[in-house]
């Protein structure tokens, strides 16, 4: 008995150690730790899937993130639901990530990620409506819990939408905030890279602008501006940490 109580507790610093590299974005090393936890049937052994499959998320490695996040959940490790939805986001299974995320909020384990992964599969799939929810859920968040990335891209599908239905000032609205927010990323790395990747939204939203003030819709609603987000991601690490 003894003995097992003794390799438990060791398996438990492994655990907090692999969770630390996964902090540090220290993957194979987390990894390593994980397989061994995993070969000595750690009694923890979920939490251990859970710290794999945030790995191979970052690591863009989806389909062995959404394996291990699925075991993860298969002994309760709920907060595996945030991680496999986004893994899904990633694959464009929209409606498999927007049903992780719900079953995140029901164990109350969502955040505003999660938000961010719902609100864009919406749009990806033409629910429009139930986009604009969660667009106004994760806008009215606390500035440390959202990304400036995040918040331009659901200004700019806001406005996209609104315009779409008609609403001109709730567009003109969340234009003016789009280029703001887009002011802010001269502070960032690899700002040129960034503009880049915006250069079609931006373009519309010009022209979006100018057209709404003479008091008339833009052009019917763009095909394949929902686009933007996957360009942005091969310039930007859009990952579940957090910006400070």
């Known amino acids: 008995m003894f003995r097992n109580i003794i390799k438990d507790v060791k398996n438990a610093n492994k655990y907090r150690k692999a969770a630390a590299h996964l902090a540090e974005e220290e993957y194979e090393e987390a990894i390593a730790l994980c397989n061994e936890l995993m070969e000595d049937d750690f009694i923890g052994f979920c939490h251990g899937y859970g710290v794999r499959a945030a790995c191979y998320h970052d690591l863009e490695m989806y389909e ?11 002994h309760d490790f709920h907060l595996a639901y945030g991680i496999r939805a986004s893994s899904y ?13 719900t079953s995140a909020f029901e164990f109350e384990t969502g955040d505003m990620d999660d938000i961010y992964v719902r609100g864009y599969s919406y749009f990806e799939i033409g629910k429009y409506d139930e986009a604009l929810e969660d667009v106004k859920t994760y806008l009215s968040a606390d500035e440390d819990e959202i990304t400036d990335i995040g918040t331009c891209i659901f200004l700019y599908y806001s406005a996209l939408i609104h315009n779409h239905k008609g609403d001109l000032e709730a567009a003109a609205s969340d234009i003016e905030r789009f280029f703001s927010v887009l002011e802010e990323f001269k502070n960032l790395d690899g700002y040129s890279d960034v503009m880049a ?4 939204a931006i373009h519309n939203m010009e022209e979006m602008r100018k057209a709404i003030k003479e008091g008339v819709p833009y052009i019917s609603f763009p095909e394949g501006d929902m686009s933007v987000e996957r360009r942005l991601r091969k310039v930007i690490s859009i990952n579940r940490t957090k910006q400070g």
């Open 64 to 74: 062995k993130a959404i394996t291990d996040a699925t075991k993860a959940l298969e």
């Open 89 to 101: 986001h990633n694959l464009e299974k929209y409606e498999e990530a927007i049903a992780d995320v």
């Open 197 to 200: 990747a915006m250069q079609r």
